[in-house]
């Protein structure tokens, strides 16, 4: 059986140096909230950006999310959408849930 690969299908370096970029990415900031070298605020601010930083990693090399293709626009756009639905649900779902609680609270 010959199978064929989709260009845009990661290799194995490729999954190596996203495996290996979520792994720094995961110990910088264990080691900054082990260390409790900087204030609080500043320290959630770091792990913030870092998280940011770690899900573009993950989007490009473990979904192949990209921008260099027609495809590659259409399912970041779907992707980007379907992030922005269940953002709304979760958020406004807690709105209510709290909104509720605080009118039980009467």
Not at 50 to 61: E, G, S, T
Not at 76 to 103: E, R
């Amino acid at each position: 059986m010959d199978h064929e690969h989709n260009a845009d299908h990661g290799s194995y370096k490729s999954y190596l140096v996203g495996f290996v970029l979520a792994v720094i990415l995961t110990v910088i900031p264990f080691y900054l909230v082990m260390n409790l070298s900087m204030s609080k605020v500043a320290t959630l601010y770091t792990i913030f950006a870092f998280a940011v930083v770690q899900i573009v990693v993950h989007l490009k090399y473990f979904l192949h999310l990209n921008f260099t293709t027609e495809t590659g626009r259409l399912n970041t756009i779907s992707f980007l959408f379907s992030a922005l639905i269940i953002g709304l649900v979760v958020g406004l779902s807690l709105w209510i849930i709290y909104s509720a609680n605080d009118l039980m609270m009467f």
